[in-house]
Protein backbone atom coordinates (compact mmCIF):
# COMPACT_ATOMS: atom_id res chain seq x y z
CA UNK A 1 0.00 0.00 0.00
CA UNK A 2 2.84 2.23 0.95
CA UNK A 3 4.80 1.92 -2.41
CA UNK A 4 1.25 2.49 -4.75
CA UNK A 5 0.75 5.51 -2.17
CA UNK A 6 3.92 6.98 -2.64
CA UNK A 7 3.53 6.33 -6.46
CA UNK A 8 0.44 7.92 -6.95
CA UNK A 9 1.47 11.31 -5.57
CA UNK A 10 4.91 11.26 -7.70
CA UNK A 11 2.97 10.44 -10.59
CA UNK A 12 1.17 13.51 -9.95
CA UNK A 13 3.66 15.82 -9.36
CA UNK A 14 5.54 14.55 -12.35
CA UNK A 15 2.75 15.44 -14.25
CA UNK A 16 2.43 19.05 -12.90
CA UNK A 17 5.83 19.23 -13.36
CA UNK A 18 5.87 18.69 -17.21
CA UNK A 19 2.45 21.25 -16.99
CA UNK A 20 5.03 23.74 -15.21
CA UNK A 21 7.88 23.42 -17.85
CA UNK A 22 5.96 24.04 -20.34
CA UNK A 23 3.88 27.20 -18.85
CA UNK A 24 7.13 28.61 -17.12
CA UNK A 25 8.29 30.10 -20.19
CA UNK A 26 5.08 32.46 -20.80
CA UNK A 27 4.41 33.25 -17.12
CA UNK A 28 8.10 34.52 -15.99
CA UNK A 29 8.30 36.26 -18.89
CA UNK A 30 5.49 38.48 -17.50
CA UNK A 31 5.89 42.83 -17.48
CA UNK A 32 5.06 42.15 -13.80
CA UNK A 33 6.68 39.23 -12.79
CA UNK A 34 9.33 39.54 -9.95
CA UNK A 35 12.91 40.23 -10.02
CA UNK A 36 13.93 39.06 -6.43
CA UNK A 37 10.72 38.54 -4.37
CA UNK A 38 9.66 34.38 -4.29
CA UNK A 39 6.84 33.24 -7.27
CA UNK A 40 5.97 30.05 -8.92
CA UNK A 41 7.10 29.49 -11.94
CA UNK A 42 3.60 29.38 -13.05
CA UNK A 43 -0.21 29.28 -11.62
CA UNK A 44 -1.27 30.32 -8.32
CA UNK A 45 0.49 30.53 -4.97
CA UNK A 46 -0.69 32.16 -1.85
CA UNK A 47 0.46 30.99 1.71
CA UNK A 48 3.90 30.53 2.27
CA UNK A 49 4.37 26.82 4.21
CA UNK A 50 7.42 24.71 6.01
CA UNK A 51 9.46 27.18 6.53
CA UNK A 52 13.16 25.87 7.25
CA UNK A 53 16.74 25.06 7.56
CA UNK A 54 17.28 21.81 6.72
CA UNK A 55 20.76 20.00 5.79
CA UNK A 56 22.41 23.28 5.33
CA UNK A 57 19.96 25.39 3.25
CA UNK A 58 16.33 26.78 3.87
CA UNK A 59 12.88 25.60 2.60
CA UNK A 60 10.22 27.30 1.13
CA UNK A 61 6.91 25.54 0.59
CA UNK A 62 4.34 27.58 -0.20
CA UNK A 63 -0.05 26.74 -1.42
CA UNK A 64 -0.02 25.91 -4.83
CA UNK A 65 -2.01 25.43 -7.89
CA UNK A 66 0.28 24.96 -10.87
CA UNK A 67 -2.95 24.30 -13.58
CA UNK A 68 -4.02 27.45 -13.60
CA UNK A 69 -3.24 31.52 -11.51
CA UNK A 70 -6.61 30.55 -9.80
CA UNK A 71 -7.05 29.13 -6.53
CA UNK A 72 -7.60 25.56 -6.65
CA UNK A 73 -6.93 21.83 -5.27
CA UNK A 74 -3.85 22.66 -3.27
CA UNK A 75 -0.20 21.59 -3.99
CA UNK A 76 2.75 22.34 -1.98
CA UNK A 77 5.24 24.61 -4.04
CA UNK A 78 9.07 24.51 -3.09
CA UNK A 79 11.86 27.00 -2.98
CA UNK A 80 15.01 26.66 -1.63
CA UNK A 81 17.84 29.05 -0.94
CA UNK A 82 21.52 28.85 0.94
CA UNK A 83 21.04 32.62 1.81
CA UNK A 84 17.38 33.39 2.09
CA UNK A 85 17.55 35.67 -1.13
CA UNK A 86 18.32 33.87 -4.02
CA UNK A 87 15.80 31.28 -4.31
CA UNK A 88 15.52 28.29 -6.49
CA UNK A 89 11.94 26.79 -7.59
CA UNK A 90 12.54 22.88 -7.16
CA UNK A 91 9.96 19.77 -7.56
CA UNK A 92 6.37 20.26 -6.40
CA UNK A 93 6.60 18.67 -2.69
CA UNK A 94 2.61 17.50 -2.05
CA UNK A 95 -0.19 16.32 -4.52
CA UNK A 96 -3.91 16.52 -3.07
CA UNK A 97 -3.73 12.39 -4.04
CA UNK A 98 -5.22 10.73 -0.97
CA UNK A 99 -8.55 10.04 0.20
CA UNK A 100 -8.32 12.93 3.78
CA UNK A 101 -6.18 15.53 1.33
CA UNK A 102 -8.32 15.16 -1.94
CA UNK A 103 -9.75 18.30 -2.02
CA UNK A 104 -6.19 19.91 -0.92
CA UNK A 105 -2.92 19.83 0.73
CA UNK A 106 -3.50 22.89 3.14
CA UNK A 107 -1.44 25.38 4.59
CA UNK A 108 1.42 23.73 7.48
CA UNK A 109 4.84 23.88 9.12
CA UNK A 110 7.98 22.00 9.25
CA UNK A 111 10.27 20.15 11.70
CA UNK A 112 13.60 18.56 11.74
CA UNK A 113 14.10 15.05 13.31
CA UNK A 114 17.05 12.70 13.68
CA UNK A 115 17.97 14.47 10.09
CA UNK A 116 14.52 14.06 8.40
CA UNK A 117 12.11 16.73 7.56
CA UNK A 118 8.68 16.54 8.18
CA UNK A 119 5.80 18.59 6.96
CA UNK A 120 2.60 18.71 9.45
CA UNK A 121 -0.19 19.69 6.99
CA UNK A 122 -3.76 20.34 6.76
CA UNK A 123 -5.77 17.10 4.70
CA UNK A 124 -9.01 19.26 2.74
CA UNK A 125 -11.70 17.10 2.39
CA UNK A 126 -15.44 19.07 1.06
CA UNK A 127 -18.63 17.88 1.80
CA UNK A 128 -21.95 19.50 1.02
CA UNK A 129 -23.25 21.56 3.78
CA UNK A 130 -25.11 20.12 6.53
CA UNK A 131 -27.27 23.13 7.62
CA UNK A 132 -27.93 21.95 11.20
CA UNK A 133 -23.96 21.86 11.92
CA UNK A 134 -23.01 24.01 9.26
CA UNK A 135 -20.18 21.96 8.21
CA UNK A 136 -18.94 21.64 5.15
CA UNK A 137 -15.63 20.06 5.18
CA UNK A 138 -13.32 17.45 7.09
CA UNK A 139 -9.70 18.96 7.56
CA UNK A 140 -7.29 17.19 9.41
CA UNK A 141 -3.76 17.35 10.48
CA UNK A 142 -1.54 14.86 7.83
CA UNK A 143 2.42 13.73 7.72
CA UNK A 144 4.78 13.35 5.15
CA UNK A 145 8.66 12.94 5.75
CA UNK A 146 11.68 13.39 3.31
CA UNK A 147 15.03 12.22 3.84
CA UNK A 148 16.34 14.02 1.12
CA UNK A 149 14.34 17.48 1.62
CA UNK A 150 13.02 16.60 -2.13
CA UNK A 151 10.54 14.02 -1.75
CA UNK A 152 8.35 14.11 0.72
CA UNK A 153 5.97 10.66 1.33
CA UNK A 154 3.04 10.89 3.37
CA UNK A 155 3.18 8.45 5.72
CA UNK A 156 0.23 5.28 6.04
CA UNK A 157 -1.13 5.93 9.41
CA UNK A 158 -2.66 9.83 8.40
CA UNK A 159 -4.19 11.52 9.45
CA UNK A 160 -2.35 12.04 12.37
CA UNK A 161 -4.92 14.27 14.13
CA UNK A 162 -8.44 14.83 13.99
CA UNK A 163 -10.49 17.70 15.00
CA UNK A 164 -11.37 17.04 18.94
CA UNK A 165 -14.36 16.88 20.25
CA UNK A 166 -15.69 19.49 22.59
CA UNK A 167 -18.87 21.84 22.92
CA UNK A 168 -16.89 24.77 21.96
CA UNK A 169 -15.05 23.22 18.84
CA UNK A 170 -16.49 24.00 15.32
CA UNK A 171 -16.15 20.83 13.61
CA UNK A 172 -14.84 22.01 10.25
CA UNK A 173 -12.38 24.56 10.53
CA UNK A 174 -9.40 23.43 11.89
CA UNK A 175 -6.23 23.79 9.55
CA UNK A 176 -2.35 24.58 9.68
CA UNK A 177 -0.53 23.89 11.68
CA UNK A 178 2.71 25.02 13.09
CA UNK A 179 5.01 23.33 15.27
CA UNK A 180 7.55 23.52 17.36
CA UNK A 181 9.78 22.13 19.93
CA UNK A 182 10.47 23.39 23.68
CA UNK A 183 12.03 21.32 26.38
CA UNK A 184 11.70 17.36 25.37
CA UNK A 185 8.49 18.05 23.92
CA UNK A 186 7.19 18.79 20.28
CA UNK A 187 3.87 21.52 19.92
CA UNK A 188 1.35 22.48 17.09
CA UNK A 189 -0.95 25.54 17.25
CA UNK A 190 -3.64 25.08 14.69
CA UNK A 191 -6.21 27.61 13.42
CA UNK A 192 -9.94 27.05 14.31
CA UNK A 193 -13.26 28.42 15.22
CA UNK A 194 -15.26 27.79 18.09
CA UNK A 195 -18.85 27.01 18.23
CA UNK A 196 -20.38 30.55 18.17
CA UNK A 197 -18.44 31.14 15.22
CA UNK A 198 -15.55 32.86 16.93
CA UNK A 199 -11.92 32.50 15.83
CA UNK A 200 -9.94 30.47 17.77
CA UNK A 201 -6.38 28.26 18.38
CA UNK A 202 -5.82 25.34 20.10
CA UNK A 203 -2.80 23.10 21.00
CA UNK A 204 -1.82 19.73 20.64
CA UNK A 205 1.33 17.69 22.26
CA UNK A 206 3.45 15.11 20.92
CA UNK A 207 7.05 13.07 21.71
CA UNK A 208 7.74 11.46 18.39
CA UNK A 209 5.60 14.22 15.87
CA UNK A 210 3.06 10.53 15.41
CA UNK A 211 1.27 10.56 18.23
CA UNK A 212 -0.57 14.11 19.11
CA UNK A 213 -2.85 14.68 22.17
CA UNK A 214 -4.84 17.62 22.29
CA UNK A 215 -4.22 20.31 25.23
CA UNK A 216 -6.09 23.09 25.61
CA UNK A 217 -7.89 25.92 23.27
CA UNK A 218 -4.60 28.11 24.10
CA UNK A 219 -6.63 31.76 23.54
CA UNK A 220 -9.67 32.60 21.82
CA UNK A 221 -11.47 35.43 20.48
CA UNK A 222 -12.43 38.29 22.77
CA UNK A 223 -14.22 41.17 21.12
CA UNK A 224 -13.65 41.95 17.10
CA UNK A 225 -10.77 39.39 16.47
CA UNK A 226 -12.72 37.78 13.95
CA UNK A 227 -14.74 34.65 12.87
CA UNK A 228 -11.60 32.52 12.15
CA UNK A 229 -8.25 32.56 12.82
CA UNK A 230 -5.68 31.33 10.28
CA UNK A 231 -1.88 30.26 9.89
CA UNK A 232 -1.43 30.57 13.45
CA UNK A 233 2.66 30.68 14.49
CA UNK A 234 3.97 30.74 18.10
CA UNK A 235 7.28 32.18 18.25
CA UNK A 236 9.82 33.47 21.12
CA UNK A 237 11.75 36.76 19.79
CA UNK A 238 14.28 38.37 21.64
CA UNK A 239 12.73 36.45 24.69
CA UNK A 240 9.50 37.45 24.50
CA UNK A 241 6.63 34.87 23.66
CA UNK A 242 4.50 36.31 20.26
CA UNK A 243 1.47 34.11 19.10
CA UNK A 244 1.15 35.51 15.07
CA UNK A 245 -1.95 34.96 12.97
CA UNK A 246 -4.38 35.86 10.01
CA UNK A 247 -7.81 36.21 11.70
CA UNK A 248 -10.77 36.44 9.17
CA UNK A 249 -13.51 38.90 9.92
CA UNK A 250 -12.24 41.75 12.09
CA UNK A 251 -14.40 44.79 11.27
CA UNK A 252 -13.00 48.13 10.14
CA UNK A 253 -11.90 50.44 13.10
CA UNK A 254 -11.72 53.99 11.39
CA UNK A 255 -9.24 53.90 9.15
CA UNK A 256 -7.72 50.26 10.46
CA UNK A 257 -8.56 47.24 9.82
CA UNK A 258 -9.39 47.85 6.38
CA UNK A 259 -8.11 44.94 4.10
CA UNK A 260 -10.50 41.63 3.80
CA UNK A 261 -8.59 39.64 6.64
CA UNK A 262 -5.42 40.86 8.77
CA UNK A 263 -2.62 39.56 10.12
CA UNK A 264 -0.98 40.69 13.41
CA UNK A 265 0.55 39.27 16.96
CA UNK A 266 -0.29 39.06 20.43
CA UNK A 267 2.21 39.60 23.01
CA UNK A 268 1.92 36.90 26.13
CA UNK A 269 3.29 34.40 28.22
CA UNK A 270 2.15 30.45 27.32
CA UNK A 271 1.54 28.30 30.68
CA UNK A 272 2.80 25.29 29.16
CA UNK A 273 1.00 23.46 32.32
CA UNK A 274 -2.65 24.79 31.24
CA UNK A 275 -1.73 24.98 27.81
CA UNK A 276 -3.35 28.50 28.21
CA UNK A 277 -1.80 31.80 26.49
CA UNK A 278 -1.92 35.23 28.52
CA UNK A 279 -2.11 37.71 25.97
CA UNK A 280 -2.14 41.16 25.00
CA UNK A 281 -4.04 43.18 22.54
CA UNK A 282 -3.92 42.37 18.98
CA UNK A 283 -1.60 44.26 16.70
CA UNK A 284 -1.15 44.13 13.04
CA UNK A 285 2.19 43.47 11.21
CA UNK A 286 1.75 45.42 8.28
CA UNK A 287 -0.05 48.60 7.54
CA UNK A 288 -0.24 47.98 3.74
CA UNK A 289 -2.89 46.12 1.64
CA UNK A 290 -1.78 43.37 0.84
CA UNK A 291 0.30 41.28 3.87
CA UNK A 292 -1.26 37.56 4.99
CA UNK A 293 -0.97 33.91 6.74
CA UNK A 294 3.51 34.87 7.57
CA UNK A 295 5.68 31.87 9.03
CA UNK A 296 8.05 32.95 10.89
CA UNK A 297 11.16 30.66 11.96
CA UNK A 298 14.29 30.84 14.16
CA UNK A 299 17.19 30.68 11.98
CA UNK A 300 20.09 28.20 12.87
CA UNK A 301 21.65 31.69 14.34
CA UNK A 302 18.82 32.69 16.68
CA UNK A 303 17.15 35.47 14.23
CA UNK A 304 13.29 35.35 14.11
CA UNK A 305 12.50 35.27 10.18
CA UNK A 306 9.32 36.29 8.78
CA UNK A 307 7.87 35.80 5.31
CA UNK A 308 4.42 36.32 4.29
CA UNK A 309 2.32 36.05 1.22
CA UNK A 310 2.29 39.61 -0.83
CA UNK A 311 -1.05 39.67 -1.85
CA UNK A 312 -4.89 39.73 -0.16
CA UNK A 313 -8.11 37.44 -0.63
CA UNK A 314 -10.73 38.74 -3.22
CA UNK A 315 -7.95 41.06 -4.42
CA UNK A 316 -7.59 41.49 -8.02
CA UNK A 317 -4.48 40.66 -9.71
CA UNK A 318 -3.63 41.63 -13.59
CA UNK A 319 -1.15 39.44 -13.41
CA UNK A 320 -3.64 36.34 -13.58
CA UNK A 321 -4.04 37.45 -17.34
CA UNK A 322 -0.58 35.90 -17.93
CA UNK A 323 -0.63 32.94 -15.73
CA UNK A 324 0.27 33.62 -12.55
CA UNK A 325 -0.87 35.22 -9.23
CA UNK A 326 0.73 35.63 -5.88
CA UNK A 327 4.45 36.45 -4.80
CA UNK A 328 5.97 35.87 -1.32
CA UNK A 329 7.20 39.32 0.58
CA UNK A 330 10.96 39.71 1.34
CA UNK A 331 12.20 37.42 4.50
CA UNK A 332 12.12 40.59 7.22
CA UNK A 333 13.50 39.96 10.47
CA UNK A 334 11.64 40.25 13.78
CA UNK A 335 13.06 42.20 17.05
CA UNK A 336 11.60 43.69 20.32
CA UNK A 337 12.64 46.77 21.51
CA UNK A 338 11.06 48.58 24.16
CA UNK A 339 8.25 46.53 24.59
CA UNK A 340 7.32 46.91 21.01
CA UNK A 341 7.76 44.15 18.11
CA UNK A 342 9.95 46.11 14.85
CA UNK A 343 10.28 44.35 11.77
CA UNK A 344 13.24 45.22 9.66
CA UNK A 345 14.33 43.32 5.86
CA UNK A 346 16.74 40.50 6.74
CA UNK A 347 20.41 41.59 6.22
CA UNK A 348 21.11 39.40 3.66
CA UNK A 349 18.97 41.74 1.64
CA UNK A 350 22.21 44.19 1.11
CA UNK A 351 23.60 41.40 -0.52
CA UNK A 352 21.46 41.63 -3.19
CA UNK A 353 22.63 45.25 -4.08
CA UNK A 354 24.38 45.92 -7.33
CA UNK A 355 24.94 49.37 -8.61
CA UNK A 356 24.35 52.02 -6.15
CA UNK A 357 23.85 55.87 -6.76
CA UNK A 358 23.75 57.73 -3.56
CA UNK A 359 23.39 61.62 -2.71
CA UNK A 360 24.02 62.88 0.69
CA UNK A 361 22.52 66.78 1.99
CA UNK A 362 19.89 67.64 -1.17
CA UNK A 363 18.15 70.57 -0.19
CA UNK A 364 14.48 70.47 -2.19
CA UNK A 365 12.45 73.93 -2.56
CA UNK A 366 10.05 72.03 -5.20
CA UNK A 367 8.98 68.85 -6.88
CA UNK A 368 12.11 67.44 -7.96
CA UNK A 369 14.15 63.87 -9.02
CA UNK A 370 17.29 62.88 -8.77
CA UNK A 371 20.09 61.29 -11.58
CA UNK A 372 20.31 57.88 -11.32
CA UNK A 373 17.69 57.64 -8.53
CA UNK A 374 14.78 55.98 -10.45
CA UNK A 375 13.31 52.38 -11.45
CA UNK A 376 11.21 49.73 -11.82
CA UNK A 377 12.81 47.30 -9.48
CA UNK A 378 15.35 48.19 -6.61
CA UNK A 379 16.36 49.25 -2.63
CA UNK A 380 15.45 53.13 -2.03
CA UNK A 381 16.57 54.03 0.86
CA UNK A 382 16.08 57.85 2.08
CA UNK A 383 16.59 60.33 5.21
CA UNK A 384 14.28 63.21 4.95
CA UNK A 385 14.61 65.89 7.32
CA UNK A 386 11.39 67.52 7.82
CA UNK A 387 12.44 70.63 9.97
CA UNK A 388 11.60 72.88 7.43
CA UNK A 389 8.48 71.99 6.15
CA UNK A 390 4.89 70.74 7.23
CA UNK A 391 4.19 67.74 4.56
CA UNK A 392 6.48 65.50 2.19
CA UNK A 393 5.83 63.65 -0.90
CA UNK A 394 7.11 60.83 -2.86
CA UNK A 395 5.76 59.60 -6.01
CA UNK A 396 7.46 56.17 -6.86
CA UNK A 397 7.27 54.17 -10.12
CA UNK A 398 5.91 57.46 -12.11
CA UNK A 399 5.23 58.35 -15.29
CA UNK A 400 2.65 61.07 -16.97
CA UNK A 401 -0.10 59.10 -16.29
CA UNK A 402 1.41 56.66 -12.78
CA UNK A 403 2.55 57.06 -9.69
CA UNK A 404 2.41 55.39 -6.19
CA UNK A 405 2.30 57.98 -3.80
CA UNK A 406 4.10 58.60 -0.34
CA UNK A 407 3.09 61.25 1.53
CA UNK A 408 4.15 62.24 5.44
CA UNK A 409 1.96 65.10 7.50
CA UNK A 410 4.27 66.34 10.17
CA UNK A 411 1.21 67.94 11.66
CA UNK A 412 -1.00 64.87 12.22
CA UNK A 413 1.82 62.59 11.97
CA UNK A 414 0.45 60.20 9.11
CA UNK A 415 2.21 58.72 6.98
CA UNK A 416 -0.01 57.52 3.72
CA UNK A 417 0.38 54.94 0.93
CA UNK A 418 -1.99 55.98 -2.07
CA UNK A 419 -2.10 53.63 -4.77
CA UNK A 420 -4.77 55.07 -6.46
CA UNK A 421 -3.34 56.35 -9.77
CA UNK A 422 -0.73 53.18 -9.02
CA UNK A 423 -1.70 51.75 -13.05
CA UNK A 424 -3.61 48.87 -13.55
CA UNK A 425 -5.46 46.55 -10.71
CA UNK A 426 -6.69 47.22 -7.30
CA UNK A 427 -6.77 50.98 -5.81
CA UNK A 428 -6.94 52.55 -2.20
CA UNK A 429 -5.00 54.26 0.53
CA UNK A 430 -3.38 52.69 3.94
CA UNK A 431 -2.20 55.50 6.40
CA UNK A 432 -0.42 54.90 10.13
CA UNK A 433 0.48 57.19 12.19
CA UNK A 434 4.01 57.66 12.99
CA UNK A 435 6.67 60.03 14.69
CA UNK A 436 9.65 61.41 13.44
CA UNK A 437 13.09 60.88 14.83
CA UNK A 438 15.23 64.50 15.41
CA UNK A 439 12.59 65.43 12.88
CA UNK A 440 13.57 62.54 10.54
CA UNK A 441 11.52 59.95 8.74
CA UNK A 442 13.65 57.12 7.60
CA UNK A 443 12.44 55.11 4.37
CA UNK A 444 13.78 51.67 2.81
CA UNK A 445 11.80 50.93 0.12
CA UNK A 446 12.04 47.99 -1.81
CA UNK A 447 10.79 48.40 -5.20
CA UNK A 448 9.89 45.34 -7.60
CA UNK A 449 7.80 44.76 -10.93
CA UNK A 450 4.83 44.63 -9.49
CA UNK A 451 4.99 45.31 -5.79
CA UNK A 452 6.29 47.44 -3.16
CA UNK A 453 7.17 47.17 0.49
CA UNK A 454 8.34 50.48 2.68
CA UNK A 455 10.11 49.87 6.16
CA UNK A 456 9.67 53.41 8.29
CA UNK A 457 11.95 54.48 10.76
CA UNK A 458 14.45 51.43 11.31
CA UNK A 459 10.98 48.76 11.71
CA UNK A 460 8.71 50.60 13.58
CA UNK A 461 6.09 50.44 10.36
CA UNK A 462 6.32 48.15 7.64
CA UNK A 463 3.29 48.72 4.62
CA UNK A 464 3.18 46.29 1.64
CA UNK A 465 1.14 46.75 -1.66
CA UNK A 466 0.95 45.18 -4.99
CA UNK A 467 0.86 47.65 -7.82
CA UNK A 468 0.76 47.40 -11.53
CA UNK A 469 2.32 50.23 -13.35
CA UNK A 470 3.57 50.68 -17.31
CA UNK A 471 7.13 49.25 -17.26
CA UNK A 472 8.06 52.77 -18.42
CA UNK A 473 6.33 54.07 -14.99
CA UNK A 474 9.73 54.50 -13.35
CA UNK A 475 10.67 57.51 -12.13
CA UNK A 476 11.02 58.75 -8.39
CA UNK A 477 9.81 62.93 -7.11
CA UNK A 478 10.10 64.27 -4.24
CA UNK A 479 8.37 66.75 -3.49
CA UNK A 480 8.85 69.41 0.00
CA UNK A 481 5.02 70.71 0.50
CA UNK A 482 5.96 74.43 0.52
CA UNK A 483 8.78 75.04 2.46
CA UNK A 484 12.35 73.19 2.50
CA UNK A 485 13.04 69.58 2.18
CA UNK A 486 16.48 67.84 3.38
CA UNK A 487 17.56 64.87 1.69
CA UNK A 488 20.04 63.66 4.58
CA UNK A 489 20.31 60.97 2.56
CA UNK A 490 19.13 59.29 -1.11
CA UNK A 491 20.51 56.05 -2.02
CA UNK A 492 19.11 54.09 -4.75
CA UNK A 493 20.85 50.04 -5.48
CA UNK A 494 19.56 48.20 -8.08
CA UNK A 495 19.28 44.57 -7.11
C1 LIG B 1 -4.97 31.08 4.39
C2 LIG B 1 -5.65 29.80 3.96
C3 LIG B 1 -5.36 28.71 4.98
C4 LIG B 1 -5.52 27.46 4.17
C5 LIG B 1 -4.99 27.87 2.83
C6 LIG B 1 -5.69 27.23 1.66
O1 LIG B 1 -4.71 31.96 3.35
O2 LIG B 1 -7.03 30.00 3.80
O3 LIG B 1 -6.17 28.76 6.12
O4 LIG B 1 -4.80 26.40 4.72
O5 LIG B 1 -5.13 29.27 2.75
O6 LIG B 1 -5.03 27.50 0.47
Redesign the pocket.
Known sequence: IQEKKLDKQQKAIDHAMDFIKKKGEHSTKSRWYPVYHIAAPTGWI??PNGFCFFAGKYHLFY?YHPYSAQ?GP?YWGHVISEDLVHWKNVRVALAPVDEYDKD?C???SAITKDGKLYLLY?G?VNLPLDEKTEVDRIESQCLAISYDGITFEKIARNPVIHCPKGDNIHKGHF??PKMWQHDEHYYTVI?AQNSKERGQVLLFESTDLEQWTFKSIMASCSGNEGY?W??PNFVEVDGQEVFIF?P?GIEPEDKKFLNH?QSGYMLGKLDYESGIFHHGAFELLDYGFDF??PQVIQAPDGRCIMIG?LAM?ESEMPEQEDGWAGIMTIPRELHMENGKLKICPIQEMENLREQSRVYENIELYEADSLDGISGEFGELLTVMDLSGTETMQINLRCSSEEETVLSYDKRKQIFSLDRNCAGKGPKGQREIKIGLQNNCLKLRIFIDKSSIEIFLNDGEAVLSARIYPNKESSRIIFSPGGGKLRLTQVAFYSL
Do not use: P
Open positions: NDQWMGFSGTHRDGMECSQHYAWW
